[in-house]
């Protein structure tokens, strides 16, 4: 079965290494200021010319509260008006963006993130997907997968009702964990009662999708009380899942400077809440996609890999890795065809460029040939834990062993470890080696020995 996987304690402790996501490959550790408005401008050029669908991810990043654990760019206030301001330089940003595309070029994916993009009044809401509507094709008969991010304590069944009215038809719920210790000590109180209502109004409202996102290795967590919260969210019958893990980068992160390090479970803990989850969702029917993903065998994202369709990019695991993807925001990075490209993080800075007329591109990546095949390769692991090499060679024109012949002693090793299968045709990797597929990806990151990987979580 495709969803297989075997817990290999010993596996794990020696491959448990810090390294990169892969939402992207190149990562954005390797963006630099090089890449500005100009390599935007002919990438979108490009985009019109080819007439590719189109993904858009909004920014919001405006938060009432802090979490102690978050690692999101995110501007804590409680002062709504500083929204205002901020919504007319995005607004420019739309359309600055927007009549460099083909108002043909259809928008199969919208998402907002944040922050909390709940923080926005109703009217604003409103008023930015009216703007969005304006300047993008955005498709008005609920096929397109349009979903937001939700705080459920900054919404209720008028929220809901309104988000569903504007088009949205998946929710992702940050719920993190309920228990009362462990939202304490990270700063984040929300009742059982205020998530499950959100999801009552999802359901009612039929919303396509629910995913909920849980964190593990949170300060006071421990195996047992987080089993019980798992339990819980089970009962709540979300259609996919997100559980990472907490990392804990204090000199990066300043909110996490708030956390009692001494409060932190121990590595062997944190092994066993991973393992106590997986046993527990599989249990009640969830497949692991993969990268601490799973999701009911039902949904887009099991049936795609199933049929070996599904993708991976900045939204994460996606059905829609074919649409050039369009950030719209203080630090949102667009993917559009071989350019990756990244707003400026801090908000003043984007905020006063958009004022200058001028988009806030600060930094990225124009692709190269190497790039692309290592991407493509990566791809295809961290996707469907398997690569044919015919496939490769054929769409790069090389010779698989020989391109990647420095790399077979790791891999061989991999594959002595029960990591991996290896032959002269391809690489498969084995049910106790899924969970840790970013370290099969890391042998072909070729940026990774020269990589600070204090700026990476670890894979477990």
Request: glycine fraction near 2%; charged fraction near 25%; charge should be positive.
């Given at each position: 079965m495709l969803d297989a996987i075997r817990w290999d304690t010993d596996l794990i402790r020696r491959y448990d290494l810090a390294g990169p996501r892969?939402?992207?490959?190149?990562?954005?550790?390797?963006?630099?200021?090089?890449?500005?408005?100009?390599?935007?401008?002919?990438?979108?050029?490009?985009?019109?010319?080819?007439?590719?669908?189109?993904?858009l991810y909004v920014h919001v990043p405006f938060c009432a509260n802090i979490c102690y654990y978050c690692a999101c760019n995110k501007v804590i206030t409680k002062d709504r008006g500083r929204a205002l301001p901020y919504l007319q330089r995005l607004e420019q940003e739309i359309q600055l963006i927007a009549c460099h595309l083909d108002p043909t070029q259809k928008v199969e994916q919208l998402h907002f993130g944040g922050g909390t993009p709940t923080f926005l009044s109703h009217d604003e809401l409103r008023q930015l997907m009216t703007c969005l509507r304006k300047h993008f094709n955005l498709l008005d008969d609920d096929t397109g997968d349009y979903g937001i991010e939700i705080d459920p304590r900054e919404a209720d069944w008028s929220t809901m009702g309104l988000l569903r009215e504007l088009g949205f038809n998946r929710v992702s719920i940050g719920l993190q964990d309920l228990d009362p210790v462990v939202q304490r000590a990270v700063n984040r109180l929300q009742s059982l009662e205020e998530t499950r209502a959100v999801i009552d109004a999802a359901r009612t409202l039929q919303y396509r999708s629910i995913n909920i996102d849980l964190i593990y290795g949170l300060p006071k967590q421990t195996p047992e009380n987080f089993a019980r919260t798992v339990d819980e969210v089970i009962n709540l019958q979300p259609d996919r899942l997100s559980v990472f893990n907490y990392a804990h980068l204090p000199e990066r992160f300043m909110p996490q400077r708030r956390i009692n390090a001494n409060d932190l479970p121990a590595p062997a803990q944190k092994l066993e809440m991973?393992?106590?989850?997986?046993?527990?969702?599989t249990a009640a029917g969830y497949r692991y996609i993969g990268m601490d993903h799973f999701a009911l065998p039902d949904d887009e994202l099991a049936i795609a890999q199933e049929e070996s369709t599904l993708q991976r990019n900045f939204q994460g695991y996606t059905t829609h890795g074919h649409c050039d993807l369009i950030g719209l925001g203080v630090s949102a990075i667009s993917q559009i065809g071989d350019l990756y490209c990244q707003n400026s993080s801090d908000l003043n800075q984007y905020q006063n460029t958009l004022a200058s007329a001028q988009l806030a591109t600060n930094r990225g990546l124009l692709c190269n040939a190497?790039?692309?095949?290592?991407?493509?390769?990566?791809?295809?692991?961290?996707?469907?834990?398997s690569l044919e090499f015919a496939d490769i060679e054929q769409a790069f024109n090389i010779d698989f062993r020989g391109y990647f012949g420095e790399l077979w002693p790791q891999l061989q090793d991999m594959a002595k470890d029960g990591l991996i299968e290896l032959d002269n045709e391809r690489i498969t990797v084995l049910p106790a080696g899924r969970l840790l597929v970013r370290s099969v990806c890391m042998v072909f990151d070729a940026y990774l020995e020269h990589s600070n990987r204090q700026r990476f979580s670890r894979v477990i």
């Open positions: 892969y939402t992207s490959y190149p990562t954005a550790v390797q963006f630099d200021s090089q890449v500005g408005t100009f390599d935007l401008f002919h990438a979108l050029r490009d985009s019109r010319k080819a007439l590719r669908p189109l993904s991973f393992q106590r989850t997986i046993e527990q969702l190497d790039d692309r095949l290592r991407r493509a390769v990566i791809q295809q692991l961290i996707c469907h834990f």
